[in-house]
């Protein structure tokens, strides 16, 4: 769903899941317009997809709960 629909369903979420391409770099953005457009309820949680050796930069709003290694996967759970 795109993030102008999200927007007119006034709706917030308990778990977002970003499974961005891993050559996606501006994480920041997309992280940044969740809390921009409130879309994750209180207590929510964000889960992203992204590759190990990635070294992403994110907002400050994002608090880091867990990551995991996987493969060649990191799955970051955060709020």
């Known amino acids: 769903m795109k993030i102008h629909n999200l927007m007119r369903l006034n709706e917030k979420?308990?778990?977002?899941?970003?499974?961005?391409?891993?050559?996606?770099?501006?994480?920041?953005?997309?992280?940044?317009?969740?809390?921009?457009i409130n879309l994750l309820k209180k207590g929510g949680i964000i889960i992203l997809h992204r590759h190990k050796m990635d070294k992403d930069l994110f907002p400050s709003k994002f608090n880091i709960l867990k990551e995991e290694v996987y493969g060649l996967s990191k799955i970051i759970f955060g709020n």
């Not at 979420?13 to 992280?31: G, S, T, V």
């Open 13 to 36: 979420f308990d778990i977002i899941f970003l499974d961005p391409p891993y050559k996606e770099k501006n994480i920041f953005a997309i992280i940044d317009l969740i809390f921009k």
